[in-house]
């Protein structure tokens, strides 16, 4: 065999065992996790599917990849069950970084990564405020209830309808003042998706192209015409 047909060999060989570059990256460490394998999905179809996986022994530390077309929640899971507790974020094309512990997953985690990550934090630590206030008022309504004063606790329910409004116009003037992200429309058809649908139409209608045929944008389109069709 000459030399020229061992060059063409090699060159074949190597494009055939190379992995293509992944343009998206998620690294990180799992303190006390030691062992086992850690996923990394996405939700296609409304099933989890799997985009990349690492079996870890003796480490803490993972970096796990995918190509991604668009902005998109995925999610690190350290089993395939659909039951299984996952830790969800809005990736993008780049690094991601996610450091947890094993001992409370979901709960430690510190994400940094794309700024539609960093816009979800922020309207998912607004909508808290208003998610522990009802939590509050329950439980007062509970008590009043317990103890007989009906008067009290049919104020307490026409607070917390009120309260529920405060909070559907806040999710609305976040995507309305957000049209621009990818996080508008996923908001609308994950937190909002009972809401009137002629607000979720005022959203809908004001996303810009790129945003209106993004993966949550087509959802949410699909959503309203279906709801309309009813």
């Known amino acids: ?5 061992y060059f063409i060999l090699a ?9 293509t570059p992944k343009n998206t990256t998620v690294r990180g460490s799992i303190k006390g996790f030691q062992k086992g394998t850690l996923y990394l999905q996405s939700v296609i179809d409304g099933g989890f599917t799997t985009l990349d996986s690492l079996v870890m ?27 299984a507790e996952r ?24 994400i940094e990564g794309s700024k539609q990550q960093k816009l979800l934090e922020s309207y998912y630590k607004n909508i808290a405020r208003f998610k522990d206030q009802k939590l509050e008022l329950i439980e007062a309504q509970l008590n009043a209830q317990k103890d007989g004063f009906s008067a009290r606790a049919d104020s307490l329910q026409i607070q917390m309808d009120k309260l529920v409004q405060r909070s559907y116009l806040y999710s609305i003037n976040f995507a309305v003042n957000n049209k621009e992200s990818e996080v508008a429309p996923f908001v609308a058809v994950s937190e909002i998706y009972d809401a009137n649908v002629k607000y979720l139409d005022t959203i809908n209608k004001i996303l810009p192209p790129k ?3 993004s993966k949550y944008g087509i959802i949410l389109e699909a959503y309203i015409k279906s709801v309309k069709s009813e």
């Open 1 to 5: 065999m000459n030399n020229s047909l």
């Open 11 to 19: 060159i074949l060989i190597t494009a055939c065992t190379q992995q």
């Open 57 to 83: 022994n003796s480490t803490t530390d993972f970096e796990l990849g995918c190509d991604l077309e668009e902005a998109e929640l995925l999610f690190l899971s350290l089993s395939k069950e659909v039951d």
């Open 87 to 110: 830790i969800s974020f809005f990736a993008d094309k780049g690094l991601t970084t996610i450091n947890t512990s094993l001992k409370r997953f979901k709960f430690d985690a510190k």
């Open 211 to 213: 945003i209106a045929n």
